[in-house]
């Protein structure tokens, strides 16, 4: 088993991202596979590689998985790219690489550009504990759901975001995080338009209400965890029931109701709730 599978990153927009690495590797191998080969194309003429391509989709039938494994025991070399970023990634690859690594062949990662990554090094969020969660659901009750599950992790969140959604994931998101919640939407990474909006949900919701441009193109929407104190003394309803309260109510009331309603101690709740207030 000498064949090897190649996971290869290309850029997100701006093509120079490619590394030469990537390149060395794409002009190498018997095959590549592409998401899209017409999409790929533009790429691959720009750096001269005149690889063979084939299609590659984890959605398609398993015929395209086999087809590749036994290019592999044919000893034939692959690489696999999806349209922009990092394979597998919200991306196609998951079938294939698990396939591959069954049938015992080495699968070599290329490292290079991911979307997710670049955002958050650059968003000015805390970076020593995040989680990726993909595309929030599209549906509003699934989207909220998903959300309020989310509400009292401590660590940064990270989301992808398409520009017909990304005003209704930015209203839901204040609705269930709060308007306080800081939050950073990076648009257009390496590419003209590049802009990076922090502030917190409020200020967010705002600019984009105020600005149509800022709905348009690529986006990683990021937050900021919950406050650790909160996280940890409280489950998400808990939060999500204080924060509401507190929208309507003074400190006093709203830690009374929420004490009621959620059986929590009132104490607890009334310092959180000050916490809350003073953000
Ligand atoms: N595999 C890719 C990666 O490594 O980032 C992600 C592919 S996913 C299908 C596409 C989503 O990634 C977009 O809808 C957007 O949320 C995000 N994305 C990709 N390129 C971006 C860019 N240049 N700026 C901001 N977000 C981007």
Known sequence: MTATLFIVATPIGNLADMSFRAVEVLKSVDIIAAEDTRHSAKLLQHYHISTPCIPYHDHSDENQTRRIIEKLR????????????????????YKLVLAAREAGFTVQPVPGACALIAALSAAGLPTDRFAFYGFPPAKTAARKAFFEELSAFSHSLVFYESPHRVQESLLAMREVFGGQRRAVLAREISKTFETFLSGDLQ????????DANQSRGEFVLMLEGASEQASEAFSAETLRILTALLEELSVKQAASLAAKITGEKKNKLY???LELQAE
């Not at 200020?203 to 105020?210: I, K, M, Q, V």
């Open 203 to 210: 200020t967010l919701c705002e600019a984009l209400e105020s």
């Open 271 to 273: 310092k959180w709730a």
């Open 74 to 93: 044919e000893d034939l070399s692959v690489a696999l790219i999806s349209d922009a970023g990092t394979p597998l990634i919200s991306d196609p690859g």
